[in-house]
């Protein structure tokens, strides 16, 4: 089947025939546009935002590297001493970068930004595949910020190109910390 007759939802990663669905029948995520698409779709929600548990569990745990190398290192070596240590300070910065882009989707406002950049992130792996960076800029009061989304293991340079636009979601007092919404899959 060709890629392009499919939607698949950024939140839970359930496809769909391209039809006219605004939101996943499995976790509720919206599906307002096609992944293949330049447009920008409508503007996220107002926040609090409420996301999906599959999102935020892959974001935190089974799509993080840094998690899932902590976790590693933790349990199985409980009984050693640096195993566990080297563990618990994946598990603790893995849980920090996944934090540093949920809460910018659940309370961050809303601008339109732009990707600048996307590359595989080789220092990384998970069952022998890269992850892909998407590199954006947004302006909030004049000033220009730069924002990245990692851990992406879609094909998503077969999808977005430098120069699309996007939503971008970040926190008015911290605006270094920000996310794209919805996010790519």
Known sequence: MPFDTFIQCPWCKTQYPNANVSHCTNCGGTLDYSITSDEL???????????PTKFKRRIKYTGNVMTLIGIIFTIPFFW????????????????????????PLE???????????????????????SPSI???VFEVNGKTYTGNVGNIYESVHLTKKIGDK??????????EKSSIWPPLV
């Not at 779709?41 to 996301?51: D, F, K, N, T, Y």
């Not at 050693?80 to 809460?103: H, K, Q, S, V, Y």
């Not at 309370?107 to 069952?127: H, P, W």
């Open 166 to 175: 996007l939503w971008v979601v970040y926190m008015p007092e911290e605006p």
């Open 107 to 129: 309370q961050g406002k809303a601008t339109v930004g732009e990707i600048i950049d996307i590359r595989k992130d080789y220092t990384q792996s998970l069952n022998g595949k």
């Open 134 to 136: 998407v590199e954006f």
């Open 80 to 103: 050693t001493i640096l195993f566990p240590l080297i563990g618990i300070f994946c598990w603790r910065r893995g849980l920090r970068i996944a934090n540093d882009e949920l809460i």
């Open 41 to 51: 779709g409508s503007e996220p929600p107002i926040a609090p935002r409420v996301l």
